[in-house]
């Protein structure tokens, strides 16, 4: 059985839209979900609880997305084990093909291929994220995705690293690029922000989270690999000088001030504040 854990922070816009997904097409008890609502003050745990034996529902009172997933695995008894952000789409199709690429031996961690709806968003966000799709390590890495699944070597291995802010981050530094796999068969659909506010406040929880890890023991050897390099930019506006130049200063541009506000939060040790995209929760 694939069990699944869906940590879940007033979700109620969005829950039923993933929750719909998995479970069409999926066979009787194929799936064993658990929607971990924690600190919610919306229906996220009622929306979800709706869906009836399906799902099983957990509630914790303060808000946490490591302890919402640590939750879950207390409860969760199968693996391959997949970790889903309430806010993206998974179909059951997808949930499979992941789950059967951790059944490889050698493979400890899994990500979906990302699907990335532009419609209705600003040139502002648009051309970031059209540069960051180019770039190897966002195409190679586990985070961003939405969707991390492991085998029961790669939960022992998750399972021993400490709580940080960003857990698909740690998931994929966690793992050599022979452990985990990007299956194509799979694809998470990611909703980007609507607006440049919401695109600079995930993109600064992004950087925090990588002078985190670059911080942790564990981790501090392999971070430098989640960054962006000077030639991977040089490589993209090469690509194509006419159309991606202009692309990649306005990344550059947006790389500058979300870094400085990343160095403000790591001075001061705030690595726990969420900074939440709202706007790409609305249904």
Same mark, same amino acid.
């Given at each position: 059985?694939?069990?699944?854990?869906?940590?879940?922070? !007033?979700?109620?816009?969005?829950?039923?839209?993933?929750? &719909?997904?998995?479970?069409?097409?999926?066979?009787?008890? @194929?799936?064993? %979900?658990?929607?971990?609502? !924690?600190?919610?003050?919306?229906?996220?745990?009622?929306?979800? $609880?709706? *869906?009836?034996?399906?799902?099983?529902?957990?509630?914790?009172? /303060?808000?946490?997305?490591?302890?919402?997933?640590?939750?879950?695995? @207390?409860?969760?008894?199968?693996?391959?084990?997949?970790?889903?952000?309430?806010?993206?789409?998974?179909?059951?199709? &997808?949930?499979?093909?992941?789950? $059967?690429?951790?059944?490889?031996?050698?493979?400890?961690?899994?990500?979906?291929?990302?699907?990335?709806?532009?419609?209705?968003?600003?040139?502002?966000?648009?051309? *970031?994220?059209?540069?960051?799709?180019? %770039?190897?390590?966002?195409? =190679?890495?586990?985070?961003?995705?939405?969707?991390?699944?492991? /085998?029961?070597?790669?939960?022992?291995?998750?399972?021993?690293?400490?709580?940080?802010?960003?857990?698909?981050?740690?998931?994929?530094?966690?793992?050599?690029?022979?452990?985990?796999?990007?299956?194509?068969?799979?694809?998470?659909?990611?909703?980007?922000?609507? !607006?440049?506010?919401?695109?600079?406040?995930?993109?600064?929880?992004?950087?925090?989270?990588?002078?985190?890890?670059? @911080?942790?023991?564990?981790?501090?050897?392999? /971070?430098?690999?989640?960054? +962006? &390099?000077? /030639?991977?930019?040089?490589?993209?506006?090469? $690509?194509?000088?006419?159309? !991606?130049?202009?692309?990649?200063?306005?990344?550059?541009?947006? =790389?500058?001030? =979300?870094?400085?506000?990343?160095?403000? $939060?790591?001075?001061?040790?705030?690595?726990? +504040?969420?900074?939440?995209?709202? +706007? &790409?929760?609305?249904?």
């Amino acid at each position: 059985m694939v069990s699944v854990v869906i940590p879940a922070h !007033n979700e109620a816009g969005v829950i039923g839209r993933l929750l &719909s997904g998995l479970l069409e097409g999926a066979g009787p008890g @194929e799936f064993e %979900i658990w929607v971990v609502a !924690n600190g919610c003050s919306d229906d996220t745990a009622d929306i979800a $609880a709706g *869906f009836g034996e399906d799902v099983n529902v957990l509630i914790a009172p /303060s808000p946490g997305k490591h302890a919402a997933m640590r939750l879950g695995d @207390e409860n969760a008894k199968g693996f391959p084990r997949l970790y889903v952000d309430a806010d993206v789409e998974l179909g059951s199709h &997808s949930a499979r093909a992941l789950a $059967a690429s951790l059944e490889t031996p050698g493979v400890m961690a899994a990500g979906p291929e990302r699907a990335w709806p532009s419609d209705g968003r600003p040139w502002t966000v648009r051309w *970031f994220y059209d540069v960051w799709h180019q %770039i190897p390590t966002v195409r =190679t890495g586990l985070f961003g995705r939405g969707v991390v699944g492991v /085998s029961q070597d790669g939960y022992d291995r998750l399972r021993a690293l400490p709580p940080l802010l960003g857990d698909d981050l740690a998931a994929s530094l966690a793992f050599s690029a022979d452990e985990r796999r990007v299956v194509p068969d799979a694809v998470a659909v990611v909703h980007p922000p609507r !607006n440049l506010s919401a695109l600079l406040k995930i993109r600064t929880r992004a950087l925090v989270s990588t002078a985190q890890a670059a @911080e942790d023991p564990q981790l501090a050897g392999v /971070s430098d690999s989640a960054r +962006t &390099s000077w /030639s991977d930019l040089r490589d993209v506006a090469r $690509a194509a000088p006419v159309r !991606n130049t202009p692309k990649v200063v306005w990344f550059l541009a947006i =790389t500058v001030v =979300t870094r400085l506000r990343a160095r403000r $939060a790591v001075r001061a040790g705030d690595f726990t +504040t969420w900074q939440r995209d709202e +706007t &790409s929760r609305q249904p």
